[in-house]
Nanobody, 122 residues
Framework: QVQLVESGGGLVQPGGSLRLSCAAS????????MNWYRQAPEKQRDLVAS???????NYADPVNGRFTLSRDNAKNTIYLQMNSLKPEDTAVYYC????????????????WGQGTQVTVSS
């Protein structure tokens, strides 16, 4: 069974930093794009950043220049370094990935982590 396990959330003051991690575990053949989404209370879930298997990244405008997404393919893990955090960054952050379970099946499945809370407050 494939799982995405997030860690690194918490409470931080405005201007502070946090690093989130998301590790894929279980049996699978390949991972394509991995993403971070976030969802604030009573708001929709929005894409924050994405990274493909070659390390090409894209960022949402509100976090561009403050957040950095990186990937360790050997560990099947992505890291979201969040700097200069603002109260509006407060949300549950979800890891998402497109994973191919087997070399015999060309289908890519979409997986989600359980979410990790990030709270930016003084």
């Amino acid at each position: 069974q494939v799982q995405l396990v997030e860690s690194g959330g918490g409470l931080v003051q405005p201007g502070g930093s946090l690093r989130l991690s998301c590790a894929a575990s279980g049996s699978f053949f390949s991972i394509a794009t991995m993403n971070w989404y976030r969802q604030a209370p009573e708001k929709q879930r929005d894409l924050v950043a994405s990274i493909d298997s070659e390390g090409t990244t894209n960022y949402a405008d509100p976090v561009n220049g403050r957040f950095t997404l990186s990937r360790d393919n050997a560990k099947n893990t992505i890291y979201l370094q969040m700097n200069s955090l603002k109260p509006e960054d407060t949300a549950v952050y979800y890891c998402n990935a497109f994973i191919r379970r087997s070399s015999y099946e060309p289908t890519w499945s979409n997986y989600w982590g359980q979410g990790t809370q990030v709270t930016v407050s003084s």
